[in-house]
């Protein structure tokens, strides 16, 4: 095991020197010495959806080439910011692994009392303590508070400056997870529906709403062909008001998502793979038959559709 270790270290170092060289000004790769954390975050998000996408094939060769791929971006930002001194990987490393033990005291409770006795030199044992699961995110949202309280103290934050709740919910995240994310964090205050059966109301509504919209852009758009409405009249364009109910209905599908128990990315990925795989399924039947799809009218492939359908229920 000792030399295992040994070995993970070694490979460790030498991805690191990897880094190192390739960032150097005067002999590594100009694209990588041009290269700024700012300029990275578009490639550590692809990387990171290639790590989910090789993990829902199942292929583990795939799953350890994209963890490496995205363990790459963690080190590319630890290198440029250790050109700066501000810090390097293995204050990275000690940031996470000190983070992991102070969130989880019933698991490190003997790490978190020896060092709390480290200055008498004192051995403390700590019972572990079981927790269940309402407990658990109870502590977890504590400690996490305050890990807040003392960042913004780090920070000098000014007292008078708003907080919201909503302050720690990272915009910059897939929309479907922030939206997730926003009513998680206004659920933990009350401000939220009690079950599932009004979310299905509001979903209905915003769907009806969409309608709406849908409805006023036809009579609006028949009504210039038609020319009860002269061209140069000036009727309005709704296209943005249909973008914002459709956003309001994808909004409230996450909420009854969320009151459902389940995961909306995770709920749209999977449904999009069963969408993906059933097409394929079409462009194979068709293929079959010695026929193109571009050739096929829409009741033909809808025919092959309910063909590929059956097929995948029966299994």
Request: aromatic share 6%; proline share 3%.
């Amino acid at each position: 095991m000792q030399n295992a270790n040994k070995a993970k270290l070694s490979e460790t170092q030498r991805l690191l020197d990897i880094m190192a060289q390739l960032r150097d000004p005067q002999s590594g790769c100009p694209w990588d010495v041009k290269q700024t954390m700012e300029s990275l975050t578009r490639y550590t998000i692809e990387e990171a959806y290639e790590v989910a996408d090789a993990i829902a094939t199942g292929d583990m060769h795939d799953i350890k080439d994209e963890l490496g791929d995205l363990l790459f971006q963690v080190v590319f930002y630890a290198q440029i910011a250790s050109e700066s001194s501000a810090f390097t990987f293995d204050d990275v490393a000690q940031s996470i692994s000190d983070k992991l033990v102070r969130r989880h005291p019933h698991v490190f409770a003997n790490a978190l009392a020896s060092e709390g006795a480290s200055d008498t030199n004192e051995n403390v044992s700590v019972e572990r303590t079981q927790l269940n699961d309402s407990a658990l995110n109870a502590q977890w949202d504590a400690i996490k508070a305050q890990e807040k309280q003392l960042k913004k103290q780090r920070l000098k934050q000014n007292d008078a400056i708003e907080n919201s709740i909503l302050d720690n919910v990272p915009k910059g995240m897939p929309a479907l997870m922030y939206a997730q994310k926003l009513q998680k964090a206004c659920a933990k205050v009350g401000f939220d529906w009690p079950d599932a059966a009004p979310v299905i109301d509001k979903v209905r509504e915003e769907v009806e709403e969409i309608q709406q919209e849908l409805d006023f852009k036809q009579r609006a758009q028949g009504a210039l062909k038609t020319g009860v409405v002269p061209l140069n009249s000036g009727v309005p364009d709704n296209q943005q008001a249909i973008e914002e109910e459709i956003g309001d209905a994808l909004f409230a599908m996450v909420n009854l998502a969320r009151h459902c128990k389940v995961d909306a990315d995770t709920a749209l990925r999977n449904a999009s793979n069963k969408f993906a795989n059933r097409f394929k399924g079409v462009e194979r039947l068709a293929a079959e038959q010695g026929d193109k799809l571009d050739a096929l009218t829409l009741d033909e492939m809808e025919a092959l559709w309910q063909q590929v359908k059956q097929s995948s229920n029966t299994k």
